[in-house]
């Protein structure tokens, strides 16, 4: 035992000496990019520099870690230590959502937002109590394989076989869906570093994921993962402290944000009462009632405008206009709807988006306002609903979930859960102040600025994607001046944008891009090792071919992988819907499939087959049905939205429907094999 444990903090002491010379390398490597940039050097050649070196670097990763070892593939060994698996956890879960994302939709929706932290950071608490120490004890693979033991039995293995199918179309369908959000913000990035479209970016992006995952499975992804916590940390903390010492005078900006709000707030206020916002707000009401009148006037306003447009078209190229007013008529006329249920869409979405712009500035830390008091209590109880979610998803997620499994013990699993929340909320404690004091610095910087001398991150910004620009900034009612109804921001582009609206060098504006790619890549590393290892080890190998080789294994989900990696990147360049979106879609499945299934397995002996089935079955089933019949981008119709809860929340139904099915389910039929009750008192036996 002596000798394990000195091995054990050798082992330690390497891997803290290797990551603190990346450190030191890192800082070198940003001190060297400033002082190019100073001499000179052009901002695109700084990006593909910065694009790289942070491929070479997870390469490098890769190519050392590589390994056709079972454990070693799918859970790095079970010798990761907590401090690193901590890191390694934490970068998995700040995702492209988090990063990128998070601080975006606090700056637009402002208290409301607040949701997304407290529903993460209070669901990795409820892994920690629940389910991750109880996993490691099992000593498994994966999250099917956990099922499969609990629900089928030892003999049972039809049963068995049926509860790890159910389960890996779970893992697929929550993994595939959050990985695509991933790979969309790889191509967004790929294509701020690069210049290159956006569609290419996510190609380019999509090497860096593989050449990690493919080559060393969980070990090399573990390895990188602490690496890309270091970039990510460093990427958020600096833009953020340069801002919090900008407007407040103090470096830590979790503290010094609280006295920018009450500025914010007056800011806010004043320009509410400004006349020249009024003016633009009423435009946009206008714009919207047109929409309406077109809307109320179809099918004729749809044939008379399709007329109107050929006619503008053909006016243009009879007179010989410039190419660029031709070019202009004809991309009105391409892009006019096909049909007039086409255009019932499109023009309900364009009157949405006019009214919603039409509105005057939301006070950011006001919590719930509205109109009127049920108005109010919709926004409370969309929030409280979003946080549930968001909690008991995060305690089914697959990829998090699975690197439970990568400590030595149980002990350092717990561990290992206290280091995560702590790297996670360097982060998540730092993002409101991030928002308010980004808002505060477009609000009096930007708002009231001629048009004539625009930053130049605006329009470099509206032109990394062309077909759906991330920032728009019209002269609506011709004065010449900024007005912030004039203004609209993708929430996306916020935390990549900072650095440019904070007035730092480009050097941390590229470092701020490393670091979201960092989020990106560290994600979907981990997702699509879930997705193919479900498939190679929960389906190939457990019900295939049990009698495969080691080595057919790991190059079947290598394979897998690969596969799953190019149909994730398709769909993600199809732009589906925006970041957080797609997260909060996978958060609800997951919660609704896996979560009542994974508790009972732990701590409910009386929870059997039956019961699971119908758990994961009635979750799923009720949460997609939601999604549909709700979500216009799938579909749906927001007018048919049970007591006002809004489609990213479909889980606050699914996970109660899915957790009565199992209990009924279970009571009704008979008690599970004594196997099962043996495997409950095993893993939750006292160390």
Request: positive net charge.
């Given at each position: 035992m002596t000798g394990t444990a000195a091995k054990t903090r050798s082992y330690f002491r390497r891997l803290a000496r290797y990551y603190l010379w990346f450190t030191l390398c890192f800082a070198l490597f940003l001190g060297a990019l400033a002082i190019l940039e100073h001499e000179g050097m052009p901002r695109q050649w700084i990006g593909h520099l910065y694009m790289f070196a942070t491929i070479v670097l997870y390469a490098i990763i890769g190519v050392v870690s590589r390994t056709s070892n079972v454990s070693e593939y799918y859970v790095a060994g079970r010798r990761v230590p907590a401090l690193f698996n901590g890191m390694a956890t934490a970068a998995d879960w700040i995702s492209a959502a988090s990063f990128i994302s998070l601080a975006g939709t606090l700056y637009l929706h402002g208290f409301d937002a607040l949701a997304y932290v407290m529903g993460w950071?209070?669901?990795?608490?409820?892994?920690?109590?629940?389910?991750?120490?109880?996993?490691?004890?099992?000593?498994?693979?994966?999250?099917?394989?956990?099922?499969?033991?609990?629900?089928?039995?030892?003999?049972?293995?039809?049963?068995g076989s049926i509860v790890r199918a159910l389960a890996v179309g779970g893992t697929i369908v929550v993994s595939f869906t959050y990985v695509v959000a991933q790979i969309y913000a790889v191509g967004l990035i790929a294509s701020r570093f690069t210049g290159v479209d956006f569609s290419v970016g996510i190609f380019l992006g999509l090497a860096s994921i593989l050449v990690c995952s493919f080559l060393g499975g969980m070990r090399a992804i573990t390895w990188t993962q602490v690496a890309q916590y270091i970039i990510i940390l460093v990427a958020f903390l600096i833009p953020t402290i340069w801002l919090s010492m900008k407007f407040a005078g103090n470096p830590v900006?979790?503290?010094?944000?609280?006295?920018?709000?009450?500025?914010?707030?007056?800011?806010?206020a004043q320009l509410a009462a400004d006349p020249r916002e009024a003016e633009v707000r009423a435009r946009f009401h206008a714009r919207a009632d047109d929409y309406a009148a077109r809307i109320a006037a179809l099918p004729h306003s749809w044939e008379a405008g399709k007329i109107e447009a050929q006619r503008r078209l053909d006016k243009a190229r009879g007179r010989n206009a410039p190419l660029t007013e031709v070019r202009s008529a004809e991309r009105e006329l391409l892009d006019y709807p096909r049909t007039a249920d086409e255009a019932a869409r499109a023009w309900t979405e364009l009157r949405a988006a006019n009214l919603a712009r039409a509105q005057p500035p939301e006070p950011h830390a006001e919590p719930f306002p509205g109109k009127t008091r049920e108005e109010s209590d919709i926004r409370r109880n969309n929030f409280l609903s979003l946080v549930f979610c968001l909690m008991f998803g995060t305690a089914a997620l697959p990829h998090i979930l699975m690197r439970s499994y990568t400590t030595p013990s149980v002990h350092e699993t717990r561990v290992s859960v206290f280091w995560t929340l702590f790297f996670i909320l360097l982060i998540y404690l730092t993002m409101p102040a991030l928002a308010v004091l980004a808002k505060y610095d477009i609000y009096t910087a930007l708002v009231g600025t001629g048009f004539d001398s625009l930053p130049t991150w605006v329009s470099y910004w509206a032109n990394v994607d062309k077909s759906n620009p991330l920032i728009s900034i019209v002269d609506i009612n011709g004065d010449g001046i900024v007005q912030l109804a004039e203004i609209a921001i993708d929430g996306d582009v916020l935390t990549l944008a900072t650095p440019e609206i904070g007035g730092l060098p480009y050097v941390i504006s590229g470092l701020v891009a490393a670091g979201g790619l960092a989020a990106a890549l560290s994600t979907a590393d981990g997702l699509l090792l879930a997705i193919s290892n479900a498939l190679s080890h929960d389906i190939y190998f457990k019900i295939v071919d049990p009698g495969a080789s080691t080595q057919k294994r790991v190059t079947i989900s290598k394979?897998?992988?690969?596969?799953?990696?190019?149909?994730?990147?398709?769909?993600?360049?199809?732009?589906?819907?925006?970041?957080?979106?797609?997260?909060?879609?996978?958060?609800?499945?997951?919660?609704?499939t896996m979560f009542p299934a994974l508790v009972a397995g732990v701590f409910w002996k009386r929870a059997n087959f039956a019961g699971a089935i119908a758990g994961m079955a009635t979750g799923f089933l009720v949460c997609i049905y939601y999604m549909l019949h709700t979500n216009p981008m799938l579909g749906g119709n927001l007018d048919a939205v049970w007591f006002h809860i809004a489609p990213i929340s479909a889980g606050v139904f699914g996970v109660p429907a899915g957790a009565l099915a199992l209990v009924v389910a279970s009571l009704v039929t008979a008690p599970p094999p004594r196997a099962s009750g043996g495997l409950v008192a095993h893993i939750r036996a006292p160390e």
């Amino acid at each position: 035992m002596t000798g394990t444990a000195a091995k054990t903090r050798s082992y330690f002491r390497r891997l803290a000496r290797y990551y603190l010379w990346f450190t030191l390398c890192f800082a070198l490597f940003l001190g060297a990019l400033a002082i190019l940039e100073h001499e000179g050097m052009p901002r695109q050649w700084i990006g593909h520099l910065y694009m790289f070196a942070t491929i070479v670097l997870y390469a490098i990763i890769g190519v050392v870690s590589r390994t056709s070892n079972v454990s070693e593939y799918y859970v790095a060994g079970r010798r990761v230590p907590a401090l690193f698996n901590g890191m390694a956890t934490a970068a998995d879960w700040i995702s492209a959502a988090s990063f990128i994302s998070l601080a975006g939709t606090l700056y637009l929706h402002g208290f409301d937002a607040l949701a997304y932290v407290m529903g993460w950071t209070g669901g990795y608490c409820l892994v920690a109590l629940l389910i991750a120490p109880y996993l490691r004890r099992f000593a498994q693979y994966t999250i099917p394989d956990f099922l499969a033991a609990r629900y089928g039995g030892e003999t049972a293995t039809r049963q068995g076989s049926i509860v790890r199918a159910l389960a890996v179309g779970g893992t697929i369908v929550v993994s595939f869906t959050y990985v695509v959000a991933q790979i969309y913000a790889v191509g967004l990035i790929a294509s701020r570093f690069t210049g290159v479209d956006f569609s290419v970016g996510i190609f380019l992006g999509l090497a860096s994921i593989l050449v990690c995952s493919f080559l060393g499975g969980m070990r090399a992804i573990t390895w990188t993962q602490v690496a890309q916590y270091i970039i990510i940390l460093v990427a958020f903390l600096i833009p953020t402290i340069w801002l919090s010492m900008k407007f407040a005078g103090n470096p830590v900006p979790q503290v010094a944000y609280g006295s920018v709000l009450p500025k914010l707030a007056a800011r806010e206020a004043q320009l509410a009462a400004d006349p020249r916002e009024a003016e633009v707000r009423a435009r946009f009401h206008a714009r919207a009632d047109d929409y309406a009148a077109r809307i109320a006037a179809l099918p004729h306003s749809w044939e008379a405008g399709k007329i109107e447009a050929q006619r503008r078209l053909d006016k243009a190229r009879g007179r010989n206009a410039p190419l660029t007013e031709v070019r202009s008529a004809e991309r009105e006329l391409l892009d006019y709807p096909r049909t007039a249920d086409e255009a019932a869409r499109a023009w309900t979405e364009l009157r949405a988006a006019n009214l919603a712009r039409a509105q005057p500035p939301e006070p950011h830390a006001e919590p719930f306002p509205g109109k009127t008091r049920e108005e109010s209590d919709i926004r409370r109880n969309n929030f409280l609903s979003l946080v549930f979610c968001l909690m008991f998803g995060t305690a089914a997620l697959p990829h998090i979930l699975m690197r439970s499994y990568t400590t030595p013990s149980v002990h350092e699993t717990r561990v290992s859960v206290f280091w995560t929340l702590f790297f996670i909320l360097l982060i998540y404690l730092t993002m409101p102040a991030l928002a308010v004091l980004a808002k505060y610095d477009i609000y009096t910087a930007l708002v009231g600025t001629g048009f004539d001398s625009l930053p130049t991150w605006v329009s470099y910004w509206a032109n990394v994607d062309k077909s759906n620009p991330l920032i728009s900034i019209v002269d609506i009612n011709g004065d010449g001046i900024v007005q912030l109804a004039e203004i609209a921001i993708d929430g996306d582009v916020l935390t990549l944008a900072t650095p440019e609206i904070g007035g730092l060098p480009y050097v941390i504006s590229g470092l701020v891009a490393a670091g979201g790619l960092a989020a990106a890549l560290s994600t979907a590393d981990g997702l699509l090792l879930a997705i193919s290892n479900a498939l190679s080890h929960d389906i190939y190998f457990k019900i295939v071919d049990p009698g495969a080789s080691t080595q057919k294994r790991v190059t079947i989900s290598k394979l897998l992988l690969l596969a799953v990696a190019f149909i994730a990147a398709y769909v993600a360049s199809q732009k589906p819907a925006d970041i957080l979106s797609l997260v909060g879609a996978a958060f609800s499945l997951a919660g609704s499939t896996m979560f009542p299934a994974l508790v009972a397995g732990v701590f409910w002996k009386r929870a059997n087959f039956a019961g699971a089935i119908a758990g994961m079955a009635t979750g799923f089933l009720v949460c997609i049905y939601y999604m549909l019949h709700t979500n216009p981008m799938l579909g749906g119709n927001l007018d048919a939205v049970w007591f006002h809860i809004a489609p990213i929340s479909a889980g606050v139904f699914g996970v109660p429907a899915g957790a009565l099915a199992l209990v009924v389910a279970s009571l009704v039929t008979a008690p599970p094999p004594r196997a099962s009750g043996g495997l409950v008192a095993h893993i939750r036996a006292p160390e």
